[in-house]
């Protein structure tokens, strides 16, 4: 890690390129496909938005943490960590077409790895679909309270432990557990927002997110305690075998 630092900054595109001449060699294509494949569960959502494209690949690995967020493979022959899905666009077309810098999911979800969902854009492409899109979660219930949950994870993955304790006058095996659980949090949903009234919900609730966010900056006890109820029911509704 200390060796990679003392090393020149290599830019995105040369990445991308030791990512693709790396992945060019059978056996390292084999092995990588190998991996990428142990951490994909098929089973996922139909996309809503192009739902002849069949269900999505939920990457089951490591995330980037952040919202929104991808899957990313740890490739300790090149130090790198490839987002999940650009790797297996690779996987299955060997390189990115010229200009066409950016791996965009034509299913919205930023955590599928399936390559039919995959589509190689211009950046300028892949920011005009942001903005038409938004690239928010499915507009329900369901995952208005996992997004309001999200800013708070997204807070508390910020903190230490020690941070959050102060905060909240917890214990500290009670933080740790309750940090533990918001890591490894679940999935964002495909987008669906094609509608005027869509969109305005899609406001609010980004109106919501940031209430949230301030909720749980002023006072972030009752945040973390409604998280933790959050995600006990969540994980009893998991089949046994999931976790
Ligand atoms: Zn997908």
Same mark, same amino acid.
């Given at each position: 890690m200390t060796e990679a630092q003392t090393q020149p900054q290599k830019t995105n595109k040369e990445k991308r390129q030791e990512l693709e001449r790396f992945l060019s060699v059978p056996e390292n294509h084999e092995a990588t496909q190998r991996r990428l494949l142990s951490k994909i569960n098929k089973n996922g959502t139909i996309p809503q938005r192009n739902p002849e494209l069949g269900p999505c690949w939920l990457w089951t690995g490591a995330t980037t943490g952040h919202k929104p967020q991808y899957g990313k493979l740890h490739i300790s022959a090149i130090k790198q960590q490839p987002r999940a899905h650009v790797v297996a666009y690779l996987l299955k077309h060997g390189v990115t077409p010229e200009d066409k810098t950016d791996i965009d %999911?034509?299913?919205? &979800?930023?955590?599928?790895? &399936? %390559? &039919?969902?995959?589509?190689?854009?211009?950046?300028?492409?892949?920011?005009?679909?942001?903005?038409?899109?938004?690239?928010? #979660? #499915?507009?329900d219930e369901a995952s208005?309270?996992?997004?309001?949950?999200?800013?708070?994870? %997204?807070?508390?993955?910020? /903190? /230490?432990?020690?941070?959050?304790?102060?905060?909240?006058?917890? /214990?500290?095996p009670t933080v740790s557990k309750n940090r533990a659980a918001v890591r490894s949090d679940p999935f964002i949903g495909p987008l669906v927002i094609e509608t005027e009234k869509q969109l305005e919900q899609a406001t609010a609730d980004h109106e919501q997110h940031a209430r949230a966010v301030a909720a749980?900056?002023?006072? #972030?006890? #009752?945040?973390?305690?409604?998280?933790?109820?959050?995600?006990n029911q969540e994980s009893q509704q998991l089949p046994s075998s999931d976790r």
């Open positions: %999911h034509l299913c919205g &979800n930023t955590l599928c790895v &399936n %390559h &039919n969902h995959l589509e190689a854009v211009t950046h300028h492409e892949n920011m005009l679909r942001v903005r038409k899109g938004w690239k928010k #979660p #499915p507009i208005r309270t996992t997004r309001f949950f999200d800013a708070v994870a %997204h807070e508390i993955r910020k /903190s /230490s432990i020690l941070e959050i304790q102060e905060k909240t006058g917890l /214990s500290h749980w900056k002023a006072d #972030p006890v #009752p945040q973390l305690e409604r998280r933790a109820k959050h995600l």
